[in-house]
């Protein structure tokens, strides 16, 4: 009943930027924590940034003070920022909520994310 379209990712130089977008749709809800997951060929999918509906934010170790997640204008619109990527970087990329309203069972198809050395 919950879809995610996530969008933008794509094959950069290390140093390179790339902005990713995530769409829910479906049923939502007005007021969600929203997150950025990943997950790189043989290792665990892994949240990497998160945004609170009362504005708290937090990102992974790894990617601290490259990324950055923003909400967008419309409701269940989310961005994350990637400068500075790196080749470690490289995973398909997933939005999706967190916490009590986190749809594990809803996952979209993910974005690509490469970045070359």
């Known amino acids: 009943q919950v879809q995610f379209v996530e969008s933008g990712g794509g094959l950069v130089q290390a140093g390179g930027s790339l902005r990713l977008s995530c769409a829910a749709s479906?049923?939502?809800?007005?007021?969600?924590?929203m997150g950025w997951y990943r997950q790189a060929p043989g290792k665990q999918r892994e949240l990497v940034a998160g945004?609170?509906?009362?504005?708290?934010?937090n990102y992974a170790d790894s990617v601290k003070g490259r990324f950055t997640i923003s909400r967008g204008y419309a409701r269940n619109t989310w961005y994350l920022q990637m400068n500075s990527l790196k080749p470690e970087d490289t995973a398909v990329y997933y939005c999706n909520f967190m916490g009590l309203r986190a749809r594990f069972d809803s996952w979209g198809q993910g974005t690509q994310v490469t970045v070359s050395s």
């Open positions: 945004i609170s509906s009362d504005g708290t934010i």
């Open positions: 479906g049923s939502t809800f007005s007021i969600s924590n």
